[in-house]
């Protein structure tokens, strides 16, 4: 690992120079660094640590790659995907609050969304009237979609 900013990190391919403005150096985006959320690409790799990566594209041109860490990693999501069907209730904490709902961490690094209209009945006016970032939940699976990486949910009926 060369250096690590805050849009991703530059790595030297086979001893390569310490600047990214020359060949051998490549790079990876912050969102290819890890499956799982983070705030810094620190938390994930350090400067010198020996990582492997797969190539996601190799600019001649500049000599650069651009290069993919999560991708060499099994995604959580898909795994995820395979042990829950839609209708099994799960349990959780808020982990976030926004205007249009609420997500919910239902596993670790699985986080699913309860629309506005779904978290209460009558419908709040606003998220946070129904739940708090904390507050424990149980919902209830209604969409899986793998290709997005998106888990919908509900609160199951009393």
């Given at each position: 690992?060369?250096?690590?900013?805050?849009?991703?990190?530059?790595?030297?391919?086979?001893?390569?120079?310490?600047?990214?403005?020359?060949?051998?150096?490549?790079?990876?985006?912050?969102?290819?660094?890890?499956?799982?959320?983070?705030?810094?690409?620190?938390?994930?790799?350090?400067?010198?640590?020996?990582?492997?990566?797969?190539?996601?594209?190799?600019?001649?041109?500049?000599?650069?790659?651009?290069?993919?860490?999560?991708?060499?990693?099994?995604?959580?999501?898909?795994?995820?995907?395979?042990?829950?069907h839609v209708g099994q209730i799960l349990h959780g904490p808020v982990t976030k609050v926004v205007p249009f709902?609420?997500?919910?961490?239902?596993?670790?690094?699985?986080?699913?969304?309860?629309?506005?209209?779904?978290?209460?009945?009558?419908?709040?006016?606003?998220?946070?009237?129904?739940?708090?970032?904390?507050?424990?939940?149980?919902?209830?699976?209604?969409?899986?979609?793998?290709?997005?990486?998106?888990?919908?949910?509900?609160?199951?009926?009393?």
């Amino acid at each position: 690992m060369a250096a690590i900013e805050r849009s991703g990190v530059f790595v030297d391919l086979d001893d390569g120079p310490d600047r990214p403005v020359f060949p051998g150096v490549g790079f990876i985006t912050t969102p290819e660094l890890s499956w799982h959320r983070f705030e810094d690409p620190s938390e994930v790799v350090s400067v010198g640590e020996h990582i492997t990566c797969e190539v996601l594209v190799f600019d001649t041109h500049n000599g650069e790659a651009r290069l993919s860490l999560r991708a060499t990693q099994p995604d959580p999501f898909q795994q995820f995907a395979r042990r829950v069907h839609v209708g099994q209730i799960l349990h959780g904490p808020v982990t976030k609050v926004v205007p249009f709902g609420a997500f919910i961490r239902v596993a670790d690094g699985i986080e699913g969304l309860i629309h506005l209209s779904e978290l209460t009945a009558p419908t709040p006016e606003v998220s946070g009237d129904a739940v708090q970032v904390g507050d424990e939940v149980t919902v209830i699976i209604i969409e899986i979609d793998t290709l997005r990486r998106r888990l919908a949910l509900s609160r199951p009926m009393v």
